[in-house]
C-alpha cells in the first residue's frame, strides 16, 4: 500500500488512495457552486501522484523513522502531466502550484517538458493507474462556459477560475491532511447555525429594537429604508447600491437584506469588508450582539485582519473561540465574516497559497463592502473587474454600501454592470436625515495649537486626522489629559473600551473630546 503522509499520534498511515479520494470529494463539493464539480475532483485525484513512487515512499518511512531522508521525486508532476494530456491547462496550473503558489503558463509548460523527460514521473502514473480505478476520465471533462469563453478580456475570466479552483484545491488538501494529523481541529473547525436560524435571530432582535424606540421622524425613515432592503432582498443574485444617510442604521439594515437575499437564492455565507480596522472591531462587535448565543458550540461571527487573532484574552489565546478564530481565518469557514477590504483584495489577487486559500467562499456568497468610498482609486480598474466577474459568473452578490457612493460607473470595467439601487428615491432620506453644517476652514494652513483651540471650545467634539502621527501631534497640543485617542496604535481591546467610554459620556452629556 502507497501512503500520503507519515503516521500520526495514534499511529496510523495515512493511505495515499484514501487521501487522493478525500480530497477530491472535497475540491468537488467546493468548486460545484461554480459549475465545475468535476473539475475538482480530478484535482484532488490528481494533485499527489508522484507520492506513489518508490522514491517517495521511501522517504516517508525513513522520515516516519526519526532519520533525514533526502526528499522524494516531485510529486506534483504526475498530476499535471495527466491535465496537460486531457487538455486541461488550467488543471495543470494548479496541481503546479498547489504548494509552492502560481506560476506563469510559459513557466508551466517549460516545467512539463523537463518533468516529462524524468522517468520517475511516467512511474508513478503507471503506480497510480494500477491501485487506482476511474482516474482519468473517459471523456473531456466540462468546464464551465465562462473559463472558456471567446471575447474581450477572456484571458481574465481564465485566470479567476484557475484562482478558484487553486483556492478549492488548496484548502480541501490541508482539511483532508489535517484530519488525519490533527483530527481535534477538524472537531473545533465549522459553525453549525444555519442561514435560517441566523435570520431568526436577527429578526428578534430587530423586533426587540423597534419596540424599544420612539415615534419620530428619525425613527420612521429608518423604518421605511429597513423595510426597503427587506423588500429587495428577493431579487437575484447581482451588483447592489446601499445608499444611506450616516446613521440610518446601515450596519444593520444591510445585514438584513444580505441574510433574506442569502436564503432567497441559496447563498451560504456573508462578508462584510470595511477599510478601517476600527470600522471592524465595531461592526463585528454589532454583529456578534445580534448572532451569538452562549449556548452555541461555536462563534457565529470571524473577525479577520492583522490585529483580531493577536489580541490576547486569560485564555492567553488557546480558549475553544480563539482556537476556532484561526482555523476560521484559513479559509474563512464562518457564516458572517467581518474583515478588512485589503485582507479580502490580497487573496483574490494572491499566487500563494495562504491567502489564497479562502477566496472560492466568494462563490456563491453576499459580499458587502462597507464604506467602499474607501477604496483605493489607483486599483479600482482591478478591483471592479473583479467583483464584476464575480457577480455574472460565480454567484456573487455584490453590495456597495456608503453614505457616499462613488461613481463606480465612471470606470470601463464597471460601466455596463447593471447595479441595483436597494433604496429607492435615496436623496430624499439624505435630505430629511441632514443633520450637519459645514464650515470649510481652507483659506490657509492651520497649525495644531489653532485645531487644539477649536476643540476645547466645545463641549464635545471629534478631530478626524489623515495619519496617527497627526492624531499624537494634535493631542499633545490639546493638552488635555481627559481627551480620548482612537486609532490602530492601541490594540482591539483597547479601542473597544475607548468607543464604550465615548458612548457613556455622550449618553450622559459629559464632556467629550476624541481624536482619531
Known sequence: MAFAHSPNEQGDWHALGDHLRGVAELAAGFCAIFGAEEAGRYLGLWHDLGKYHPRWQEYLVENAAGRRPRGGPDHKAAGALLAARHQLGPLALVLQGHHGGLVARTTLNQWLQRQQADPATEE??????????????????????????????????????????FSALIDADRLDTERHGNGWKTEVRGTPVEMEELWRRFAAHQ??????????????????????????????????????????????????FALLHA?????????????????????????????????????????????????????????????????????????????TTVQLFESLFA??????????????????LDEAQALPATLLTPILDMLRRLSEDYGTTVVISTATQPAFEAVKEFRDVPATAIIPDAPRYFAALRRVTYDQRI??????????????????????????????????????????????????????????????????????????
Open 124 to 165: 508513478a502514473i503507471a503506480l497510480a493507474r494500477a491501485d487506482m480505478a476511474n482516474l482519468e476520465p473517459a471523456a473531456m471533462i466540462p468546464l464551465p462556459a465562462f473559463a472558456e469563453r471567446d471575447r474581450p478580456g477572456a484571458k481574465l475570466d481564465a485566470e479567476l477560475f484557475v484562482r478558484m479552483l
Open 207 to 256: 423586533a426587540a429594537l423597534t419596540a424599544s424606540v420612539g415615534d419620530s421622524t428619525v425613527n420612521r425613515l429608518r423604518e421605511e429604508m429597513y423595510h426597503a432592503c427587506l423588500a429587495a432582498a428577493e431579487t437575484p443574485p447581482g451588483v447592489f447600491r446601499l445608499a444611506m444617510p450616516t446613521g440610518a442604521g446601515k450596519t444593520r439594515s444591510a445585514m438584513a
Open 263 to 339: 436564503l432567497h437564492n441559496h447563498q451560504r455565507q456573508i462578508i462584510v469588508a470595511v477599510p478601517f480596522i476600527t470600522i471592524t472591531d465595531q461592526t463585528a462587535g454589532v454583529y456578534r450582539a445580534i448572532f451569538e448565543r452562549a449556548t452555541d458550540p461555536a462563534p457565529v461571527v470571524l473577525e479577520h485582519h492583522s490585529e483580531a487573532l493577536a489580541d490576547g484574552d486569560t485564555d492567553h489565546g488557546f480558549g475553544r473561540e480563539q482556537v476556532w478564530a484561526r482555523l476560521a481565518a484559513e479559509n474563512w469557514d464562518a457564516p458572517i465574516v467581518v474583515t
Open 351 to 368: 499566487a500563494r497559497t495562504s491567502k489564497a486559500r479562502k477566496i472560492h467562499r466568494l462563490a456563491g456568497s453576499v459580499v458587502i
Open 443 to 516: 483659506d490657509r494652513t492651520w497649525s495644531w495649537s489653532e485645531v487644539a483651540g477649536w476643540l476645547t471650545d466645545e463641549r464635545q467634539a471629534l478631530a478626524v486626522l489623515n495619519t496617527k502621527a497627526d492624531a499624537l501631534a494634535l493631542l499633545d497640543a490639546l493638552g488635555d489629559g481627559a481627551a480620548l485617542h482612537l486609532s490602530t496604535l492601541l490594540c482591539g481591546a483597547h479601542r473597544r473600551q475607548v468607543v464604550a467610554e465615548v458612548r457613556r459620556r455622550l449618553s450622559a452629556g459629559e464632556r467629550c473630546r476624541l481624536v482619531a
